[in-house]
């Protein structure tokens, strides 16, 4: 935990004048003391670098915010409230400029989220030769569920709708026009943009789900990969229809092999897919009105198929032909 | 959190047969959920990084097992029963020999301590040039305390004595040896080896003395700079007799000038640095004896220097002379 002199501009933001539920009695040491209600939390931690999820233009308010938005967005997919969150982050130079940024974009969204910083860790990045690592963030962020509830992965089962919220895809092809790759309609550009640096966690609606939904991810590595990881621990599989999935304005300008790619193995969304039985879709879209997010019904949840390789995630056009996913998921070491 | 194949070596060791007194419902999901009683926690993150804090020819089994002990040693200056920990981590390539070692190492003090790895995250490490920087590891470890309990680095209390448990300068001493810039005896090198690549977190100590002890910090940085924090903290100063510092016995074979730079600013030794009025020695005694961790009385705390530049650490030999503090602490961008 904090020891250093290292870390003075991010420990004036540490919480001595608490806001939010949960309130650290050990600021400056060793640990933080939380006292805590009874009940369930949900913990999840992300390990970020600067060159790998992070272009290495990006400026550090929206480092530091995504860096906290993409750990409430794991809370979200808990349906949990987020609570408390620790930050450890290595950098390979003291850069007081940078490192502002970084905190002015990392407190606008614990603010605005009730979910203070309560402890931290700082150090240098590794060396590799004479140069020093870039920019290393790991954050930990904690929420509250209400006692035996909480949405996991494993409870789709035949015959549930399929959900996703907001919309997807935007981000990836923000992030394909800065590579240069991709060229996104000039007006529209600025929204995806903003999907990739200033990612939405669905909190609000996660929570609100928490008595319909029977499973629930979020979509960080794409929705076939996500989707897929609630296939896998539900035991089932999916039809979805393609023309029912949600995607971002500016995607739609785009051809449709490039808007399968950035829908379904894009990923960096941060929105939710989650599945419920039919007769819950009234409670679903009251969950999206007073989570003032919008949700889209893609299809539906249907026995797994019995072959081994099996394609477990059956995407249709409108015309109910089989469209061949794009290679799926990510995997840092491919 | 886990999304890709990447973990799967860390994963199969998540707490599916959970022991330890808390258990998590999410595994494979996106956040760890886990059924808290009512009551105080107590919460530390670390960042370490190969090369930074352990040397390129550390052991994977001994940085598994020290990137825990480390987080666990903060939990025992806070008086904490260690519950659970979570893991990010990122690696320069896939490396299975490497992260099995590491994964052993890890295990074996997460089950020797009852911590189960309740969730993490992979990833790669960011790339210098066409290098990728090494291994990267964040632990955030979480551990309960009674209510209203809690130690802290603010009790200190003029009249107040100081004690360190365990022997100190070891670990640093071994790493000066390993450097080549020091000569341990040849007998002796193994013990202090041993202190460097696996520390004792003093979790029985620390909770031990929960009823009994001031103050308490865990000698991460070195004493002079970890005893300083808590004369900081407390808003007191402290005089030490330099005689009574348990030293390591591999460092007693040295020179005084090396002794003293490896117990007072060498680091890395995981003892607790803690204070307690004089009628509490009883008690301490006892802790010591139920926690089977020796202690030792170095000195007292005595009201602050009021001269804004004063050193309030005051390191005495056994005639009353003041002895010069090595340059205290580390600070990584220095």
Known sequence: MVQNGEFSIIERYFTHDAFGAWRSKGVGDDCAIIDMPAGRI?????????????????RPEDVGYKALAVNLSDLAAAGAVPRAFFLSIALPARDDAWLSGFTKGLMELSLASGCPLLGGDTTRTATVGEAHAPVTISITAMGDLPSEMGLTRAGARPGDDIWVSGSIGGSYAALMHRWGKWTLPHELFPSA???????????????ALLSSASACADISDGLAQDLGHILERSQVAADVQWE???????VKALSRAMQLEAAMSGGDDYELVFTAPPEKRGLIEQASISALTPVTRIGRIIEKAPEPDAEQLRLHDERGELLLLPSTGFDHFA
Not at 43 to 55: E, N, S, Y
């Open 42 to 58: 949900a913990v999840t931690t992300d390990m970020m670098a600067i060159g790998t999820h992070f272009l290495p233009s990006a």
């Open 193 to 207: 943009a903003h999907r990739m640096d200033r990612p939405e966690a669905r909190n609000a609606l996660g929570t």
């Open 244 to 250: 029912l999935v949600p995607v971002h304005p500016a």
